[in-house]
């Protein structure tokens, strides 16, 4: 089956961009297109899309805003991949606070495009963990925030949980993580649903950043 996508974007040729790029792909398929964060839900609904790439900036409903409302409100939601033009936006470290599972530059080549829609529609998370680092320390109170600590220490995660954390906050996927300690992948994705659990986050992006905000990762 084909990974479907939503797209999202106020400007008509950066919609036409991605779509042309995507829908050159036998494996990918573009669903349907919105102007603004206000209509993706009901769009979602009807279309069932695998993937919403959703533009942080937009007038009426921002990318932030859209996140939160999606996640909110619709069952089994899509992977959102948060597509902007800065990286260290602040608006892109509150999309991925709401839920988005990655972001995507506007300027990335067309094979980082596919290879992005690709990985968040299999279930891992787009995060550059350089910029990660640099959106925590800025906005995540990086490793001050009480309550991020709090929540990790009650989450009492085994050891190899920890390593399997601190491995996801590099950027690496499942197989590299595997790779790295020596073990299945499976073993490895066990881990990630159990670190998951215990965090109650939704996906590795949320586990990333509250990784990195509650200084069990250092983002210096």
């Known amino acids: 089956m084909p990974v479907t996508v939503l797209l999202v974007d106020d400007e008509p040729l950066v919609r036409a961009g991605l779509r042309a790029v995507l829908e050159a792909q036998p494996d990918i398929g573009v669903v349907g297109e919105a102007a603004d964060g206000a209509a993706v839900i009901p769009l979602v609904r009807r279309l069932r899309p695998d993937v919403v790439a959703m533009d942080v900036r937009m007038p009426l409903m921002d990318g932030i805003e859209a996140t939160r409302a999606l996640l909110r409100s619709v069952d089994a939601p899509p992977k959102i991949l948060v597509v902007t033009t800065?990286?260290?936006?602040?608006?892109?470290?509150?999309?991925?606070?709401?839920?988005?599972?990655?972001f995507l530059l506007k300027r990335a080549r067309p094979a980082e495009i596919v290879h992005a829609v690709r990985l968040v529609a299999e279930g891992e998370s787009l995060l550059f963990p350089a910029s990660v680092r640099r959106l925590t320390a800025e906005y995540g109170a990086g490793g001050g925030n009480r309550a991020a600590r709090s929540a990790l220490e009650r989450a009492r995660l085994t050891e190899r949980e920890g390593e399997v954390l601190r491995l996801m906050a590099r950027g690496l996927t499942n197989a590299e993580i595997a790779a790295r300690l020596v073990v299945g992948t499976e073993t490895v994705k066990s881990h990630v649903s159990?670190?998951?659990?215990?965090?109650?986050?939704?996906?590795?992006?949320?586990?990333?950043?509250?990784a990195y905000e509650s200084g069990f990762v250092a983002p210096g």
């Open 86 to 102: 800065f990286e260290d936006d602040e608006y892109v470290y509150g999309a991925l606070r709401a839920g988005a599972d990655g």
């Open 194 to 210: 159990s670190l998951l659990a215990k965090l109650g986050a939704r996906d590795r992006t949320q586990a990333v950043i509250a």
